[in-house]
């Protein structure tokens, strides 16, 4: 079985997933390191503070160095101070002295800031002299990622829910679309559109779905032909039933007024055979049409078999002449009797039935590689080529008035092609140069294993 679609769902959540959440992570930490520092007027502020707290310590005006400190400590109720350090080593001598040249007190205003950190951190502006440092706890104002809960909360929640929620719109339109259709053509169907197809809807999609699309197509088209066939069956029937029923009233009627006639009496008995024959030989119709059942079950002998219906014909027919050319066998295995006796018996009765009194039918068995050919060649008029194929039909008779009267319903070669089909083999009409019709029956020596 054709598995494309699994694949092509396991492609798309095993690659998106790990996409997704690829996604989702970056997404996240590159706004959460956006956010993470000062915004750019902020750190510009910051160090403006920390040059006027500079200048103010070269000016060597300490008084109003801490006026000013007050005042910006009350502006922006925080806490700030002009700190000096001075490093000195207590064991091991400093070797690298840029930790001494950079050392600092707070964090530099260009850092990136923890957006974690419950109490604002201490921001630093080092004075020129390098030991001298202005100090500022961050004004809460300048605090950065204020927006970093909701923000998370988009990234980690909203964000996905929407990509999912797209992923799945996709993935439930992908396997709905051809299941929709699916269900459009089963309500046609169900409607009486019996050829309604979806596979040609579905695109060039080769999936499993496109596979129960092709599925539907051929059950819907097997069942609409069954229908159709059916509706026609009975049609014709009940139009076949007419012309005897006719008879039979006729001669009920002729009865009533003489009871002992003998002729109406045979009429009657006559008619209600071929009422009989007509339902049977349909039912049989519908069977094999309807169930296509396969009727290899036994081994037989051709020339045997062909030797009694041959019998038959001469007996019924014993002013035709009727030859046989066979081999000494034709073996044939798991074949059905009584189907290829009654199908092998309509086709050599119609032979007989064409020909003139006087002529001649063939029937001759070829035996080929695979199969034997049974060749049935009459001297009768032929059938008009453009009506070759429609001889197989049920119901049809090239001169139906004819027919008729010969109590002959249009069935017999239907049913033969059927039954030649159950027991796997072909027939086919060619009309002969020399005048008359020749039907041809090819059968499977071995039949095909049924894997
Ligand atoms: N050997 C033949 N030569 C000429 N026409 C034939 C021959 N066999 C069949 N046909 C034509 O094909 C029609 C269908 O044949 P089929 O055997 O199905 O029906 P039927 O013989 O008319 O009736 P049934 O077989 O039901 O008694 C015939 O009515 C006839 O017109
Ligand atoms: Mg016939």
């Known amino acids: 079985m054709n598995r494309r679609l699994f694949w092509k769902l396991c492609l798309i959540i095993v690659t998106g997933t790990v996409a997704f959440f690829y996604a ?3 997404l996240t930490s590159r706004t959460e390191e956006g956010m993470s520092y000062l915004a750019e007027n902020d750190q510009e502020q910051l160090i403006a503070w920390g040059r006027e707290a500079e200048a103010l310590y070269f000016a060597g005006d300490q008084e109003a160095l801490i006026a000013w400190l007050d005042t910006l400590m009350e502006r922006e109720n925080t ?12 064991a091991n001598h400093p070797d690298d002295q840029r930790y001494y040249k ?6 530099s205003v260009r850092w990136k800031i923890h957006l974690y950190f419950k109490t604002n951190p201490v921001m630093e502006v080092t ?5 001298t440092h202005f100090l500022i706890r961050l004004p809460q104002r300048m605090r950065p990622g204020v927006y970093w809960g909701q923000a998370r909360i988009i990234l980690q929640i909203v964000v996905p829910m929407l990509l999912l929620a797209i992923v799945a719109i996709i993935l439930y339109r992908h396997i709905m679309g051809p299941l929709r259709q699916l269900q459009l053509a089963t309500r046609s169907f169900s409607q009486g559109q019996f050829d309604v197809q979806v596979s040609q809807r579905l695109g060039n999609r080769k999936d499993e779905l496109a596979e129960l699309a092709n599925t539907f197509d051929q059950m819907a088209s097997r069942i609409g032909e069954m229908i159709i066939s059916q509706r026609q069956l009975i049609a014709d029937m009940s139009h076949e039933l007419r012309t005897p ?5 006729v001669a009920v009627e002729m009865l009533r007024c003489d009871p002992a006639n003998e002729s109406c009496i045979d009429r009657v008995e006559h008619e209600s055979q071929q009422i009989r024959k007509l339902m049977e030989d349909t039912l ?25 219906v041959i019998r038959d014909a001469r007996f019924e027919f014993p002013d035709r002449e009727i030859a046989a050319n066979f081999p000494e066998y034709a073996p044939l295995e798991k074949s059905n009797n009584r189907s290829l006796g009654q199908a092998l018996e309509n086709i050599i009765r119609n032979a007989m039935r064409f020909t003139p009194p006087g002529r001649c039918v063939n029937v001759s068995i070829q035996q080929h590689s695979r199969e034997y050919q049974i060749n049935v060649a009459d001297e009768g008029p032929g059938v008009a080529e453009d009506l070759l194929d429609k001889i197989f039909r049920p119901f049809f008779r090239e001169d139906r008035a004819r027919s008729s009267s010969h109590n002959s319903f249009g069935l017999g070669l239907a049913l033969a092609k059927r039954q030649i089909e159950a027991v796997g083999g072909q027939v086919l009409a060619r009309n002969r140069d020399v005048g ?3 039907v041809e029956i090819y059968l499977p020596i071995q039949q095909a294993s049924s894997e």
Do not use: C
């Not at 806490?79 to 207590?90: D, M, Q, T």
């Not at 950079?102 to 964090?107: I, K």
């Not at 004075?127 to 030991?131: E, L, M, T, Y």
């Open 24 to 26: 989702i992570y970056m």
């Open 79 to 90: 806490w700030a101070a002009v700190v000096e350090s001075k490093l000195h080593s207590i």
């Open 102 to 107: 950079s050392f600092r007190l707070g964090r």
């Open 127 to 131: 004075f020129k002299n390098r030991s």
């Open 245 to 249: 029923l006719a008879r039979l009233d």
């Open 284 to 308: 049989t119709l519908a069977w094999l049409d309807n169930e296509r059942p396969s009727l290899n079950q036994e081994d037989l002998d051709l020339v045997d078999l062909l030797d009694v």
């Open 436 to 438: 008359g019709l020749q």
